[in-house]
């Protein structure tokens, strides 16, 4: 990838940093790598306790970048037909004619993805998986970019439904979003009034997004020596004793591209070993399947994978 493109992803990076800041006080690393998974064209999954801005974020996201952006609001009684759409009799022409559904933009927010049923759930599936979606038999691509910020509480279990393993796969990275520090809390009631009345612009087009959300991503250089490391670290999820199912072949691709993501947003055209460890965790954990026993001591998919990159030689 040329300097000028290295510069241009970087570019955009920081403006939408600059720009979502306004409403989001802190999170700066945890914006840095969702601004990477945008960039490789990855979804996300945020989780959090309710209030920590999980939704807001999202938005402030969505509304940086220059796309169409939709709202799902997952509840109980969501239907498949409500997220992809369905066809309608349209008496005017006496003949049925689609009704596309909210899934059809680029920037796709499902709040509160685990409080829809699985059935529902997995309407989703075919969508972050092949960027399209088929309705009674006519299968249509979706926008692109097309990216899914799904949004989930992952204390409360009353009234919500376990995401499917098959589709936490398709999650490229999964974002804790935790409470802001002391500090944070009192520079956000400080700036109360301008954060609740900030507009955010977009920072760039659609024109240029479509250039680089995922292309730049494939110019990014990896070396066979970055490779090994990220197959050692996927192999010893496999064999750790507390780890009942370990990283899949699609969790070695994933942290390569997460890695190259997180490159990109740093202003480099090539991955080092620091940007594996800062993505592992994100990309990995929530693709483990740890043991009962495991479970019942306390350990934590994180923890697991934080021990798997200790424990690994760094090239």
């Known amino acids: 990838m ?24 802190g999170k700066t690393q945890e914006l840095k790598l969702i601004i990477a998974c945008l960039f490789a064209g990855g979804h996300v999954l945020l989780e959090g306790v309710p209030g920590v801005a999980k939704t807001s974020m999202a938005k402030a996201l969505a509304n940086s970048l220059g796309l169409k952006f939709d709202r799902i609001q997952f509840t109980p009684d969501l239907l498949p037909s409500d997220i992809i759409g369905t066809y309608v009799f349209d008496q ?27 059935k529902t759930q997995s309407a989703l599936l075919e969508a972050m998986q092949e960027r399209q ?63 609740m009345e900030t507009k955010i612009k977009p920072v760039a087009d659609e024109k240029t997004l479509q250039s680089l959300i995922p292309s730049a991503i494939w ?18 999820t496999r064999s750790n004793p ?20 997180i490159a990109l947003v740093e ?17 990995l954990a929530h693709r483990l399947v740890l043991r009962q026993e495991a479970i019942l001591d306390g350990l934590t998919q994180s923890t697991i994978v934080k021990q798997v990159v200790q424990s690994t030689k760094v090239p």
Not at 242 to 261: I, K
Not at 274 to 283: S, Y
């Open 92 to 118: 005017k022409v006496s003949d049925f004619k689609i009704r596309k559904g909210p899934v059809f933009g680029n920037i796709i927010l499902a709040d509160e993805i685990n409080r829809a049923s699985p």
């Open 219 to 236: 110019n990014v250089n990896v070396d066979d020596s970055i490779r090994g490391y990220i197959t050692d670290i996927v192999e010893a």
């Open 242 to 261: 507390a780890v009942r199912l370990g990283g899949s072949p699609r969790a070695a691709t994933s942290l390569q591209v997460g890695s190259a993501g």
């Open 133 to 195: 979606v088929t309705i009674e038999g006519t299968t249509m691509p979706l926008p692109a970019p097309f990216i899914v910020l799904a949004t989930q509480n992952p204390i409360e279990f009353e009234g919500t439904y376990p995401l499917p393993e098959a589709q936490i796969d398709r999650f490229l990275m999964r974002v804790e979003i935790g409470y802001p520090t002391r500090e944070e809390t009192m520079q956000m009631l400080k700036n109360l009034r301008s954060i």
């Open 2 to 25: 040329s300097t000028s493109q290295i510069a241009q992803v970087k570019d955009v990076s920081d403006k939408i940093l600059t720009e979502v800041s306004k409403v989001i006080v």
């Open 267 to 283: 202003g480099r055209s090539y991955v080092i070993p620091d940007d594996v460890k800062k993505v592992a965790p994100n990309v």
